[in-house]
């Protein structure tokens, strides 16, 4: 995959998103009709990698209504050198109020 001549690097942070976050859609239940609802977040690294980094992502922490079931999902798409898009995912009538996650990128 990577030679291994290559020294690693290694970046890490923390991402926060919620109700006060411009155009969060996940706080309201969706209609019937409605299928999965997403937020991305758009993580850019402070140094580019030389090629797409292996990343990591976490959950650390969520505020989630309590009346329906928590349904939640957090993944690392679009990678790149330069960073990649944490996406947050929800469904049916469940309410997110916040989501908190740690990401690890780890490549040459």
Excluded at 39 to 48: E, G
Excluded at 53 to 62: A, I, K, N, S, Y
Excluded at 75 to 82: F, H, P, Q, R, S
Aim: hydrophobic share 45%; charged share 20%; with cysteine.
């Amino acid at each position: 995959m990577y030679p291994a001549a290559l020294p690693w690097k290694v970046l890490s942070s923390r991402i926060s998103a919620g109700i006060l976050t411009p155009d969060w859609p996940l706080g309201e239940p969706a209609k019937i009709t409605d299928g999965a609802r997403t937020f991305c977040v758009d993580v850019v690294f402070d140094s580019p990698f030389s090629s797409p980094p292996v990343v990591h992502l976490g959950l650390t922490g969520f505020d989630i209504d309590q009346r329906d079931s928590a349904r939640l999902t957090v993944k690392a798409e679009n990678i790149t050198d330069y960073g990649f898009q944490a996406v947050i995912s929800t469904w049916a009538a469940t309410r997110v109020y916040a989501v908190e996650m740690d990401w690890l990128a780890i490549g040459p």
